[in-house]
């Protein structure tokens, strides 16, 4: 490291003498574990070093050491290098020992996995990001396994959306309540990307550019796709799907119908791994059976809204994406928690279902009306039906705007408007890791 030593100090110095800046504090807080590295995971842009920063300015700089691997400072040192800077330089620097270390873009260093058990046995508190691009979040698990702890990082929530406008709404008044929802509206539609919620920019071309570095980046770089036709296909096919029942099936005979030449080994692969891009969840279909549920068919989702592209008529669809990426940010706190959706042999189906160990403790219907008029048998005779079969009394319907209790044949059925169960059901900080 002789030829950059000089160069290491400059940027351990610049990150002492830096100030922390006004972030917007999310949801998902960091904690540590003896032993073990707390590994951040998520799509591209939703945040990851931002939170790295939030931690950072929680803890105080002071002990804290901060390696970019991005940085023109430390890019291209070795693991040995590294370790140099946190045991030697950073004390020779900062005149403080080094107590927890801050691994930004993990994956451009090689034998990270060396590094990061070296820094473990050695006491210290180990947090690190990696792109999805080029570090999956399995990899992370398999190359620490044991050794690690991984926390979810998702775009804005709807809680983390108003904190970022600066919205206060007064929820007791019937003009705030006609705020939030119209704050709703655009989250609805834009998603909560922070670079879009923070800036003035152009969100319809700034998500544009997201779906083609994600497809780009994410997808045919990461996955070394041999034909990007049908890649591209593929990807945009499962985007327009969201919050739909998809099968491999329906892809290849949409492949066909388009005249795109593929191979069917190609397409079940691409399928499989569009949720290394950590954009595209899918969702198994309920069954008693373990085998059954990993099947397919599955239901897929979007890491944000802003990803879909908005057609007229889909807010109900746009509703319930906004939905399970929020019941996948309460699995933070509540990690026993696993989600389906139900569809029994008539076709009758209910949105999610949330079981905790054995038993089925709630069951959830999304639906765009804003009356009690407009909810009907469609969305009821299916919840109902479920309830009795699975054995659950916690039946709820997320409206736009309707809110109220009713009993059927015994069975209580709760309506809670969108917004409300948004800000009701925020996780809670502090108790968001994916063991």
């Given at each position: 490291?002789?030829?950059?030593?000089?160069?290491?100090?400059?940027?351990?110095?610049?990150?002492?003498?830096?100030?922390?800046?006004?972030?917007?504090?999310?949801?998902?807080?960091?904690?540590?574990?003896?032993?073990?590295?707390?590994?951040?995971?998520?799509?591209?842009?939703?945040?990851?070093?931002?939170?790295?920063?939030?931690?950072?300015?929680?803890?105080?700089?002071?002990?804290?050491?901060?390696?970019?691997?991005?940085?023109?400072?430390?890019?291209?040192?070795?693991?040995?290098?590294?370790?140099?800077?946190?045991?030697?330089?950073?004390?020779?620097?900062?005149?403080?020992?080094?107590?927890?270390?801050?691994?930004?873009?993990i994956q451009n260093l090689y034998d990270w996995q060396s590094f990061v058990r070296t820094l473990l046995d050695r006491g210290y508190e180990?947090?690190?990001?990696?792109?999805?691009?080029?570090?999956?979040?399995?990899?992370?698990?398999?190359?620490?396994?044991?050794?690690?702890?991984?926390?979810?990082?998702?775009?804005?929530?709807?809680?983390?959306?108003?904190?970022?406008?600066?919205?206060?709404?007064?929820?007791?008044?019937?003009?705030?309540?006609?705020?939030?929802?119209?704050?709703?509206?655009?989250?609805?539609?834009?998603?909560?990307?922070?670079?879009?919620?923070?800036?003035?920019?152009?969100?319809?071309?700034?998500?544009?550019?997201?779906?083609?570095?994600?497809?780009?980046?994410?997808?045919?770089?990461?996955?070394?796709?041999?034909?990007?036709?049908?890649?591209?296909?593929?990807?945009?096919?499962?985007?327009?799907?969201?919050?739909?029942?998809?099968?491999?099936?329906?892809?290849?005979?949409?492949?066909?119908?388009?005249?795109?030449?593929?191979?069917?080994?190609?397409?079940?692969?691409?399928?499989?791994?569009?949720?290394?891009?950590?954009?595209?969840?899918?969702?198994?279909?309920?069954?008693?059976?373990?085998?059954?549920?990993?099947?397919?068919?599955?239901?897929?989702?979007?890491?944000?809204?802003?990803?879909?592209?908005?057609?007229?008529?889909?807010?109900?669809?746009?509703?319930?994406?906004?939905?399970?990426?929020?019941?996948?940010?309460?699995?933070?706190?509540?990690?026993?928690?696993?989600?389906?959706?139900?569809?029994?042999?008539?076709?009758?189906?209910?949105?999610?279902?949330?079981?905790?160990?054995?038993?089925?403790?709630?069951?959830?219907?999304?639906?765009?009306?804003?009356?009690?008029?407009?909810?009907?048998?469609?969305?009821?005779?299916?919840?109902?039906?479920?309830?009795?079969?699975?054995?659950?009394?916690?039946?709820?319907?997320?409206?736009?705007?309707?809110?109220?209790?009713?009993?059927?044949?015994?069975?209580?059925?709760?309506?809670?408007?969108?917004?409300?169960?948004?800000?009701?059901?925020?996780?809670?900080?502090?108790?968001?890791?994916?063991?």
């Open positions: 490291m002789d030829m950059k030593t000089e160069l290491v100090r400059d940027y351990i110095a610049h990150y002492l003498r830096g100030k922390d800046q006004a972030l917007v504090p999310r949801e998902t807080a960091l904690s540590s574990t003896k032993g073990k590295a707390s590994t951040v995971i998520g799509p591209r842009r939703a945040g990851k070093t931002s939170l790295m920063m939030e931690e950072i300015a929680r803890r105080g700089r002071r002990d804290s050491v901060y390696l970019d691997f991005e940085d023109i400072a430390i890019k291209g040192l070795s693991a040995t290098d590294c370790l140099r800077i946190v045991t030697e330089l950073f004390t020779e620097v900062s005149g403080n020992k080094a107590v927890r270390v801050f691994l930004d873009e180990v947090y690190a990001t990696g792109s999805s691009s080029r570090l999956l979040s399995r990899e992370l698990a398999t190359q620490l396994r044991g050794r690690s702890r991984q926390f979810l990082l998702l775009p804005f929530s709807f809680s983390e959306y108003l904190l970022a406008t600066g919205s206060e709404v007064d929820t007791d008044s019937l003009s705030g309540i006609g705020k939030l929802k119209n704050l709703l509206s655009t989250y609805l539609e834009y998603g909560g990307y922070p670079e879009i919620v923070l800036g003035k920019n152009d969100a319809g071309r700034l998500l544009g550019e997201y779906r083609e570095l994600i497809f780009l980046k994410d997808f045919v770089e990461r996955e070394k796709a041999k034909s990007i036709e049908v890649a591209r296909f593929v990807f945009n096919f499962v985007t327009q799907c969201f919050a739909g029942e998809i099968t491999v099936r329906r892809v290849i005979a949409a492949l066909k119908a388009g005249g795109v030449p593929f191979g069917s080994n190609t397409v079940y692969d691409y399928v499989e791994k569009l949720q290394d891009t950590m954009v595209f969840f899918f969702l198994g279909r309920y069954s008693p059976k373990v085998s059954m549920r990993s099947g397919w068919p599955k239901k897929v989702y979007l890491a944000d809204n802003g990803l879909a592209w908005r057609l007229q008529g889909d807010k109900g669809r746009l509703m319930e994406n906004l939905a399970f990426l929020q019941l996948k940010r309460r699995q933070l706190s509540e990690p026993a928690e696993e989600l389906y959706y139900y569809r029994d042999g008539r076709g009758h189906e209910v949105d999610f279902v949330v079981k905790r160990g054995a038993d089925v403790k709630e069951l959830l219907q999304v639906t765009y009306v804003s009356d009690r008029n407009g909810i009907t048998g469609r969305e009821l005779e299916p919840l109902l039906d479920a309830g009795r079969k699975l054995r659950c009394g916690d039946l709820k319907v997320v409206t736009w705007d309707y809110e109220g209790k009713e009993k059927f044949s015994g069975q209580n059925v709760s309506f809670v408007p969108l917004w409300k169960w948004l800000l009701k059901d925020a996780p809670r900080k502090g108790r968001d890791a994916l063991r």
